[in-house]
């Protein structure tokens, strides 16, 4: 089993930044890599960011590229995904996951085994 705990959502205004942090503990040698994940009201969950949790291999959703940045601290046992240039679009409720690299044709994303609770963010003036 992998435990998994969020923290870092909030309130912020279009254009603000916020930092999410996803601390891991239990069996994490399990699992391979760690992905963020999003799910506004009436949508469909959405992957937003993964990361290969034994190298830097990292993949993006193209809604969030080049403004979310998806890092490790293996000591901490720790992912933290920097959400920049925030828009309202970007309000959901994000989940980070523990899983294995499922690869597709031309990249690969993290398939989840395990989830975190979840912390909201919200992006509004």
């Known amino acids: 089993q992998v435990q998994l705990v969020e923290s870092g959502g909030g309130s912020v205004q279009p254009g603000g930044s916020l930092r999410l942090s996803c601390a891991a503990s239990g069996n994490t040698a399990t699992s391979n890599c760690m992905g963020w994940f999003r799910q506004a009201p009436r949508k469909e969950r959405e992957g937003v960011a993964g990361?290969?949790?034994?190298?830097?291999?990292?993949y993006y959703a193209d809604s969030v590229k080049d403004r979310f940045s998806i890092s490790q601290d293996h000591a901490k046992k720790t992912v933290y995904l920097q959400m920049n240039s925030l828009k309202p679009e970007d309000t959901a409720m994000y989940s980070c996951?523990?899983?294995?690299?499922?690869?597709?044709?031309?990249?690969?994303?993290?398939?989840?085994?395990?989830w975190g609770q979840g912390t909201q963010v919200s992006v509004s003036s």
């Open positions: 996951a523990a899983g294995r690299i499922r690869r597709t044709d031309d990249t690969w994303n993290c398939a989840p085994t395990y």
């Open positions: 990361i290969y949790t034994g190298g830097s291999s990292t």
